[in-house]
């Protein structure tokens, strides 16, 4: 495939998508290739076709109509039959070896090619886990948990031993990507948990099961039906538009400081950091959807970076905020396809 830009308008295979905002390229067994960070990359279409075809269920003829089936009368000194649960297929991978600047939403949109990415109950994010150092630092581990467990081997075949795509800076490094049987269960209390209600009192019909259970069925029956529209060939649908993400990344500067921290533990002010996340989370969403919010503790002044769902978004929110009188400081704010790398405590 020809790797110099100036070169496509002289091959036929490539074209310019000006939906996408992206080259593609047509090879000729008929396989599309998309012109991303600098190399060609294969599109979710055939994706499409080979996660339609995992999610089949072996023996079923969809064609057939479902028809209910005859109730057995149960004798009366019938013994009650005790279902055995079965096994948990695992639907988790686990990633190393990911560059630095990566963040949550950019692995939910490349690696929500291999099929829907399973969503917290109560705040609707991507379950997916970054891990960080003692000294904030990014280790280059990730835990991303998918709707369904058919993507996993499909991750697995498609991208391990591959280069994560990023603009940020020279990135040769092949990330690993393996089933998280093991690790999916050392590490599944490390992604968000849900927020429950009290227990009911004893006699006292629902409580915190019954509501668990419900919002836990609505999400599901939710995930269901986008998975009906990503398997008719709509990947949008699903995750929006695929803006480059870091132009949708917003670093903001001049937050905080070190100092203004001090002197917040002085003053008895635990939640200084969680309500600056606050202020900047509800701000940015005066812009568009915010995805991600996440307060760099350790940088001096302060760093917030805001993800948005829309590149646009991105950029109506840095008119705004660059240049902005925050707490006696002005803001700076900005996207970059230069590396930066920033740090936070790693309970934050």
């Not at 649960?85 to 929500?112: C, H, K, M, S």
């Not at 509800?282 to 805001?306: C, H, I, M, Q, S």
Request: glycine fraction near 6%.
């Amino acid at each position: 495939f020809p790797d110099n830009p100036e070169e496509f308008d002289d091959d036929p295979r490539v074209s310019y998508n000006r939906v996408a905002g992206r080259y593609m390229l047509e090879a000729e067994d008929g396989v599309e290739w998309e012109w991303i960070a600098n190399r060609w990359t294969q599109t979710a279409r055939p994706l499409l076709k080979q996660q339609a075809e995992v999610y089949k269920v072996a023996g079923v003829d969809e064609s057939e109509e479902n028809k209910p089936a005859a109730k057995k009368r149960k004798r009366a000194d019938a013994k009650p039959h005790v279902k055995e649960r079965a096994a948990r297929e695992n639907t988790a991978i686990y990633v190393t070896q990911l560059p630095e600047g990566v963040t949550e939403a950019a692995l939910a949109d490349f690696f929500g090619r291999c099929g829907l990415i399973a969503e917290s109950v109560d705040s609707n994010k991507p379950r997916i886990k970054l891990y960080y150092n003692d000294d904030g630092s990014f280790k280059g581990d990730a835990l991303i948990v998918f709707f369904r467990p058919e993507s996993v081997k499909l991750a697995v075949d498609l991208y391990d031993d591959s280069v994560f795509p990023t603009t940020r800076g020279n990135n040769n490094t092949h990330m690993r990507i393996h089933p998280a049987d093991e690790s999916y269960k050392r590490h599944k209390d490390d992604l968000p948990q849900e927020t429950k209600p009290a227990p009911s009192a004893k006699g006292q019909r629902g409580g915190a099961s019954n509501y668990d259970r419900e919002k836990a069925k609505r999400k599901k029956e939710e995930m269901n039906d986008r998975l009906m529209d990503w398997g008719e060939g709509d990947p949008s649908a699903v995750y929006g538009d695929r803006d480059r993400w870091e132009d949708r990344l917003v670093i903001i500067k001049e937050v905080f400081t070190q100092a203004s921290i001090k002197q917040a533990i002085i003053d008895g002010d635990d939640d200084y950091l969680q309500d600056i996340h606050e202020d900047m989370k509800e701000e940015a969403e005066k812009f568009g959807e915010v995805t991600d919010v996440v307060v760099y503790d350790l940088e001096d002044p302060g760093v917030v970076t805001v993800n948005f769902r829309s590149a646009d978004a991105a950029e109506a929110c840095i008119k705004v905020f660059d240049g902005r009188n925050y707490d006696g400081r002005k803001l700076k704010a900005y996207t970059s396809d230069e590396p930066e790398v920033f740090h936070k405590s790693k309970a934050k």
